[in-house]
């Protein structure tokens, strides 16, 4: 695949699906799922995923990892959010919806929660 100026390398449908959720984040909309948030003990790595059930994701993602992972907490948003903090945290991304877990990235965790349960 080619890259012209002026053209995103998305597919049609890829590009809709992203700037659908970008809508949906804007306007406050949920889809039913949570965003978790899951440490792998000792790596210094935060993964950043959505899931129905964060729970029986984390025990899915524990059975292919060769380290313990801990699970830190859930906020409410889904998917539109999701996007919104992958954004927010970039300058510490690693790779797939792994981050460093600096100060920075740690303290977003915080307040997130904080906010969570200050709103249940």
């Known amino acids: 695949m080619s890259y012209l100026p002026g053209h995103d390398v998305y597919s049609t449908p890829r590009r809709n699906a992203i700037r659908s959720a970008y809508l949906r984040a804007r ?9 978790y948030f899951i440490e792998a003990e000792g790596q210094n790595r935060i993964k950043i995923g959505v899931a129905r059930d964060p729970e029986e994701r984390m025990s899915t993602l524990q059975a292919g990892s ?16 999701e996007i919104k903090t ?3 945290l970039a300058k510490w991304h690693v790779r797939g919806e792994w981050f460093e877990g600096s100060k920075e990235v740690r303290s977003y965790i915080e307040e997130a929660l904080r906010e969570a349960a200050d709103n249940a």
């Not at 306007?27 to 965003?35: F, I, T």
């Not at 060769?66 to 959010?81: E, M």
Request: aromatic share 4%; proline share 4%.
């Open 27 to 35: 306007m406050g909309w949920r889809d039913g799922k949570e965003m």
């Open 66 to 81: 060769p380290v313990k992972l801990k699970l830190l907490g859930t906020v409410a948003g889904g998917q539109a959010r």
């Open 86 to 88: 992958h954004k927010k």
